[in-house]
């Protein structure tokens, strides 16, 4: 059974940074690119980051480039998040997507909360 | 960026009706390499989206087969053969064929 455990979500200031992780199970981790994907409280979902198998090439979403960075370890099995200077609009629960011809499988999500 | 205009955005249904919600892209999702990449979602309260129809028109394996996906280019359809009460949430669709991934903004589906 494939499983997504994300984990480190929690409540920073504005300015702050988290780190978010991803223990991934039942697959083999490094066949596939993964996601990472938000949704604000209230609001739709919106695609934050990707990875392709052996982390040599990323990508991101305009509105976090620059600020966060995605990576992998295909020995542990762990996709992670680095989130720096976070603001408002980052407030949201992290979902970790591996991606199989689109999202299949998205993990529990982890909330993260940027307020002072 | 491609825009998903998802529609309607709400849609009350009575139990055993049948449903379609509709997406259509800013731009054909026809990628390169002939596939076309578009993804619906469920999404129950609470709960983790869950991905229903890959490629268009592609079931997930254990999603029943009163859904079924459909369309080309620019017009994408998700039809629900007759609603069950385990169908309400939030529907969205999303295209991986151009950069970056988009989705709709979603369609949400209640009884009536």
């Known amino acids: 059974e494939v499983r997504l455990v994300e984990s480190g979500g929690g409540s920073v200031q504005p300015g702050g940074s988290l780190r978010l992780s991803c223990a991934a199970s039942g697959f083999t981790f490094s066949d596939y690119w993964m996601h990472w994907v938000r949704q604000g409280p209230g609001k739709g979902l919106v695609w934050v980051a990707r990875i392709d198998y052996d982390g040599r090439h990323t990508a991101y979403a305009d509105s976090v480039r620059g600020r966060f960075t995605i990576s992998r370890d295909n020995v542990k099995n762990t996709l992670s998040l680095e989130m720096d200077s976070l603001g408002g609009d980052d407030t949201a629960v992290y979902y970790c997507?591996?991606?199989?011809?689109?999202?299949?499988?998205w993990g529990q999500g982890t909330l993260v909360t940027v307020s002072s | 960026d491609v825009v998903m205009a998802q529609s309607p955005v709400s849609l009350p249904v009575t139990l055993g009706q049948p449903a379609s919600i509709s997406c259509r892209p800013s731009?054909?999702?026809?990628?390169?390499?002939?596939?076309?990449?578009l993804n619906w979602f469920h999404q129950r309260p609470g709960q983790s989206p869950r991905r229903l129809i890959y490629?268009?028109?592609n079931r997930e394996s254990g999603v029943p087969d009163r859904f079924s996906g459909s369309g080309s280019g620019t017009d994408f359809t998700l039809n629900i053969s007759g609603v069950e009460a385990e169908d309400v949430g939030v529907y969205y669709c999303?295209?991986?064929?151009?950069?970056?991934?988009?989705f709709g903004q979603g369609t949400r589906l209640e009884i009536k």
């Open positions: 490629k268009v028109s």
């Open positions: 731009e054909s999702l026809v990628s390169d390499d002939g596939n076309t990449y």
């Open positions: 999303m295209q991986g064929t151009h950069w970056p991934p988009s």
């Open positions: 997507v591996r991606n199989n011809w689109g999202p299949d499988h």
